[in-house]
T-cell receptor, first 114, second 111 residues
C-alpha cells in the first residue's frame, strides 16, 4: 500500500533551534508539496517541486525556511532558527501532476516551538 | 484566479441525519473537483472526485455531483455516523500541478 511517509511525527524544540522535517513521496510521483496547517490560518501551501525542481516557494518565509529535494525519494523542509509562531502541523503531499490532479498526503509532522 | 468556497462550520448533526456541505467554485474551463477528508490527528485523504460536468463521485456513502451550471460540488450523505466526524475540504485542479483548497468544514456528529 503506497503512502507518503513523514518524519518525525512529533517534534518539540526550543526557540532558535534548527528543525528538519523529512518526507518520502510515493514512488513514481513527480510532484511534491509542503503544506502548513494551523487553527488560525488553515491549510497553507509553502512550497512545491516538480521532478525535484523547486517551482514555487512563495508561501514560505524565506529568511528562515528552506525546502529541498536531494533525490527523488526524499524531500526536506528546514527551519532555522525556529520561532514559536512556527508551531503547526506540516504536511507533505505527492502526486502525478496534471495526469490525475489529486494529491496523496502524509500523516504530518506536528511541531511545537517553545 | 481560481478559487473554492465552502460553507462555514462547524456542522453539528445527530447520528443518522442527512448531511449537506456546500461547495462552489470559480474557475475557467473544466476543472476536476475533489472532496478530501481529514480525521483527527491524520493527514488529508481523498474521499471522492469528479472530472467532468454531471459526473457523480461517490465513496463510503458520500456523494457529490459536478454541476457546471451552478459551479457547485456539494457533498451529501444520507445518514451520518459518529465516525464521520472530521474536517471536509473541497478542492479543484484546473489542469495544473496544484490543488486549490477551500477552507474546510468541520463536521461533528453526536450519538
Amino acid at each position: 500500500d503506497a503512502r507518503v511517509t513523514q518524519t518525525p511525527r512529533h517534534k518539540v524544540t526550543e526557540m532558535g533551534q534548527e528543525v528538519t522535517m523529512r518526507c518520502q513521496p510515493i514512488l513514481g510521483h513527480n510532484t511534491v508539496f509542503w503544506y502548513r496547517q494551523t487553527m488560525m490560518q488553515g491549510l497553507e501551501l509553502l512550497a512545491y517541486f516538480r521532478n525535484r525542481a523547486p517551482l514555487d516557494d512563495s508561501g514560505m518565509p524565506k529568511d528562515r525556511f528552506s525546502a529541498e529535494m536531494p533525490d527523488a525519494t526524499l524531500a526536506t523542509l528546514k527551519i532555522q532558527p525556529s520561532e514559536p509562531r512556527d508551531s503547526a502541523v506540516y504536511f507533505c503531499a505527492s502526486g502525478l501532476g496534471t495526469i490525475t490532479g489529486e494529491l496523496f498526503f502524509g500523516e504530518g509532522s506536528r511541531l511545537t516551538v517553545l | 484566479g481560481d478559487s473554492v468556497t465552502q460553507m462555514e462550520g462547524p456542522v453539528t448533526l445527530s447520528e443518522e441525519a442527512f448531511l449537506t456541505i456546500n461547495c462552489t467554485y470559480t474557475a475557467t474551463g473544466y476543472p476536476s473537483l475533489f472532496w478530501y477528508v481529514q480525521y483527527p490527528g491524520e493527514g488529508l485523504q481523498l474521499l471522492l472526485k469528479a472530472t467532468k460536468a454531471d459526473d457523480k463521485g461517490s465513496n463510503k456513502g458520500f456523494e457529490a455531483t459536478y454541476r457546471k451550471e451552478t459551479t457547485s460540488f456539494h457533498l451529501e450523505k444520507g445518514s451520518v455516523q459518529v465516525s464521520d466526524s472530521a474536517v471536509y475540504f473541497c478542492a479543484l485542479n484546473n489542469n495544473t500541478d496544484k490543488l486549490i483548497f477551500g477552507t474546510g468544514t468541520r463536521l461533528q456528529v453526536f450519538p
